[in-house]
């Protein structure tokens, strides 16, 4: 049994009394872990510095990787940004809540611990309904990060949270499968020209719609290089997402389709004796299965058709596949740099551990 109080919520409509608990061991310093529509979340108090601290302590991630502070309303940003332009605060009431987090100027009165020692602060507005309504109960910003232990994959399901910190947290409200599976778009509005810092749910050309304006992608976004020295935003540095097993990204490069399921064939045949995963689309799952047959085994994400389907399915796939003791190594197969296939790329290259990339040849 793990240590945590566990207690099971409808998702579009928790049980007041579940909140009301939950609220309580917040106002009082302790952690609870909560449903957003992203992934499941790792709640303090963000104005309690200890309760903070404790949340670093139990995720085991590096003081210097800030967190993200969750609202429930525009005026509740006041709390902890300072400086928010009008056009910022317009463009918020169209995207809140949803899963996107905005890095501003930050109010000198939130305890520094919350960010990294940084002088802005990441916020956002959760669209789940248990979220919002634990935060309107508080009735405080909640420092929330997500709730694994830093490098793994994030949790998309209560039992995600369990195996990593049943023991070390208070409380879970579980309602679920969360609704998109991979983390808030990350956007900096502090620097001269919006960046996009990490992306999510929400792609460039919707930001675009949002703001008005063109945000830039630089390729630590795309998860293509990383900053060893004053990243732009600090959880950069880190590997992320990562499974035990060791995986390997095929990257489709500058290939053509037909050109890339061959590269990709070869690069699994060349691993035959090592019993691989492939962890792919519906649709190439379906096209290896007909050639190889069962010499290895298939973890299908979704088809390639819908990718927030592949993104929901993305990181407890990658949980399944260190349970699976026959498999040493996992090949995976790239999607479209689209949309939510954005965060899919810069989830899937953080996550892995060699990258090979298709490269079409010249004729
Ligand atoms: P997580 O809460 O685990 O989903 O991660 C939050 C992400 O937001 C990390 O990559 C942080 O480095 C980033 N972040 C948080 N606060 C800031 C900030 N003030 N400036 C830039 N990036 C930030
Ligand atoms: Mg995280």
Same mark, same amino acid.
Request: glycine fraction near 6%.
């Given at each position: !049994?793990?240590?945590?109080?566990?207690?099971?919520?409808? &998702?579009?409509?928790?049980?007041?009394?579940?909140?009301?608990?939950?609220?309580?061991i917040l106002k009082s310093g302790g952690l609870v872990?909560?449903?957003?529509?992203?992934?499941?979340?790792?709640g303090a108090d963000a104005f309690n510095p200890e309760a903070v601290l404790k949340v670093?302590? @139990?995720?085991?991630?590096?003081?210097?990787?800030?967190l993200?502070v969750?609202?429930? %309303? /525009?005026? !509740?940003?006041?709390?902890?940004?300072?400086?928010?332009?009008?056009? @910022?605060?317009?463009?918020? %009431?169209?995207?809140?809540? +949803?899963?996107?987090?905005?890095?501003? *100027?930050?109010?000198?009165t939130l305890p520094?611990v919350v %960010?990294?020692?940084?002088?802005?602060?990441?916020?956002? %507005?959760?669209?789940?309904?248990?979220? /919002?309504?634990?935060?309107?109960?508080v009735g405080r910003p909640l420092a929330a990060?997500?709730?694994?232990?830093?490098?793994?994959?994030?949790? =998309?399901?209560?039992?995600?949270?369990?195996?990593?910190?049943?023991?070390? $947290? #208070? !409380?879970?409200?579980?309602?679920?499968? =969360?609704?998109?599976?991979?983390?808030?778009?990350?956007?900096?509005?502090?620097?001269?020209?919006?960046?996009?810092?990490?992306?999510?749910?929400?792609?460039?050309?919707? /930001?675009? *719609?949002?703001?008005?304006?063109?945000?830039?992608?630089? &390729?630590?976004?795309?998860?293509?290089?990383?900053?060893?020295?004053?990243?732009?935003?600090? +959880?950069?540095?880190?590997?992320?997402?990562?499974?035990?097993?060791?995986?390997?990204?095929?990257? *489709?490069?500058?290939? #053509?389709?037909?050109?890339?399921?061959?590269?990709? !064939?070869?690069?699994?045949?060349?691993?035959?004796? #090592?019993? &691989?995963?492939?962890?792919?689309? *519906?649709?190439?799952?379906?096209?290896?299965?007909?050639?190889?047959? #069962?010499?290895?085994?298939?973890?299908?994400?979704?088809?390639?058709?819908?990718?927030?389907?592949?993104?929901?399915?993305?990181?407890?796939?990658?949980? $399944?596949?260190?349970?699976?003791?026959?498999?040493?190594?996992?090949?995976?197969?790239?999607?479209?740099?689209?949309?939510?296939?954005?965060? $899919?790329?810069?989830?899937?290259?953080?996550?892995?551990?060699?990258?090979?990339?298709?490269?079409?040849?010249? /004729?």
């Amino acid at each position: !049994m793990p240590k945590a109080k566990i207690v099971r919520v409808e &998702p579009l409509n928790p049980s007041e009394e579940a909140i009301r608990e939950a609220a309580e061991i917040l106002k009082s310093g302790g952690l609870v872990a909560f449903p957003t529509e992203t992934v499941y979340g790792l709640g303090a108090d963000a104005f309690n510095p200890e309760a903070v601290l404790k949340v670093f302590k @139990v995720k085991r991630r590096p003081l210097d990787n800030p967190l993200i502070v969750h609202v429930s %309303s /525009l005026d !509740m940003l006041q709390q902890v940004a300072s400086e928010v332009p009008e056009r @910022v605060v317009k463009a918020l %009431s169209i995207a809140w809540p +949803g899963p996107l987090t905005v890095v501003v *100027k930050r109010k000198s009165t939130l305890p520094e611990v919350v %960010s990294g020692g940084l002088d802005t602060v990441a916020v956002r %507005s959760p669209a789940h309904p248990v979220a /919002l309504k634990l935060i309107e109960a508080v009735g405080r910003p909640l420092a929330a990060p997500s709730a694994n232990i830093a490098g793994r994959p994030s949790p =998309t399901r209560a039992e995600h949270v369990v195996e990593d910190l049943g023991d070390e $947290i #208070d !409380m879970i409200l579980d309602a679920g499968e =969360t609704f998109f599976g991979v983390e808030s778009t990350v956007v900096d509005l502090v620097s001269p020209s919006p960046q996009i810092l990490r992306p999510g749910p929400l792609g460039p050309e919707e /930001l675009e *719609k949002i703001f008005g304006v063109k945000f830039g992608l630089p &390729p630590y976004a795309r998860g293509l290089s990383s900053y060893e020295e004053r990243p732009p935003s600090p +959880g950069m540095k880190y590997r992320h997402y990562a499974p035990s097993k060791k995986l390997v990204l095929v990257e *489709k490069g500058s290939c #053509d389709t037909t050109t890339y399921f061959e590269f990709l !064939m070869k690069q699994l045949e060349s691993y035959l004796k #090592d019993f &691989p995963a492939l962890i792919a689309t *519906k649709e190439t799952v379906d096209e290896v299965r007909s050639k190889l047959g #069962d010499s290895l085994t298939y973890f299908t994400l979704g088809s390639r058709e819908n990718l927030f389907e592949v993104a929901k399915n993305l990181f407890s796939t990658l949980r $399944i596949l260190d349970k699976y003791g026959r498999v040493s190594i996992a090949i995976s197969e790239s999607v479209e740099e689209r949309g939510i296939g954005l965060a $899919i790329m810069n989830r899937l290259r953080k996550a892995s551990s060699e990258r090979i990339t298709c490269k079409q040849k010249q /004729l």
